[in-house]
Each structure stands twice: as C-alpha cells, then as structure tokens.
C-alpha cells in the first residue's frame, strides 16, 4: 500500500529484466528430452528418436512453425510444425491444415490418431535434432508412404 506507482513500475520492470535474462540463459542449457534420474543432470545422450509417419499421402507444402503464429487464419493449406501437440491443439484440424509435423509423441498419441481419422500426412515425434533442423524450412515434401521428407525451401 505504501509503494506508488512510479517506484512499483520500476521494480516490476527490473523483475521483468531480471527474467528475460535467465530465461536467454537457460536456452543455452542443453537438457535430456527424458529425465529418469538425477546423474541425467550431468551427462546424457543424445536419443535418436524413431518418427512416426501417419497415412499414406504425399504432400508439397508451406510450412509454419506454431509457436510464431500469432493470428490462426491464414493457416490453411500449410504444414504446421508444433513441439508437442495434445488435445488442446485439435483446432488446428478445423483450418483444412495440409499436414503436421511434431517434436515429441508416438504412434499412440492423440494427435496421431487424429491425423489417421482425417487422413492427414504428419510425422509424429520427430525428435529435438530433426526439429531443429527443419524449424526454419519454409517448404517441405512429405512422403509418408515411403517415410521420407525433404526441406525444397
């Protein structure tokens, strides 16, 4: 109550600071995508994770990365990158997406069903490495007949 506005401005900026530099930070802290015990804190390895290619189809598309998506419209017709994808995501299905791609999850997973009812193309768990490597493609061909993709663009 005795805080006035100006001086609690000022302390809420500084927090704000203060977090954006711990969180720029922490990116740089490589992690185990699974923590199963606390050594994995000081050394682990890499997996190599086993995608999961859903349908049949074969899609070239336009590839959007979901966690710069700022307005959902214009997200039709376009592969749709996203880490992890659970039921809070199945919106995505009503804008006519032309395939999915994620970083984590299996066969099994919500999202992997949904694609196999919709018949749409995805890879589901691609992995951190893989990830990585296409989150800044712009077009992909994906082939899930023949469990391959390529970055056109």
Do not use: W
């Not at 992890?84 to 299905?93: I, T, V």
């Amino acid at each position: 109550n005795e805080l006035n506005q100006i001086k609690l401005k000022k302390i809420v900026l500084q927090n704000i600071n203060t977090n954006k530099t711990n969180h720029n930070f922490s990116k740089f802290i490589k992690m185990p995508d699974v923590i199963k015990d606390i050594n994995d804190f000081d050394y682990f390895e890499s997996i190599n994770a086993k995608e999961n290619y859903i349908t049949n189809q074969t899609v070239t598309s336009n590839v959007l990365d979901f966690s710069k998506l700022k307005n959902y419209k214009n997200i039709g017709n376009s592969l749709i990158l996203i880490e992890n994808a659970d039921p809070g995501y199945d919106f995505l299905f009503s804008y006519n997406i032309s395939g999915l791609i994620t970083k984590y999850g299996g066969s099994n997973s919500h999202m992997a069903i949904r694609c196999m009812e919709l018949n749409i193309p995805a890879i589901i768990g691609i992995g951190n490495k893989r990830y990585n490597e296409i989150i800044n493609a712009r077009k992909i061909f994906l082939d899930c007949k023949n469990n391959n993709y390529k970055v056109i663009l």
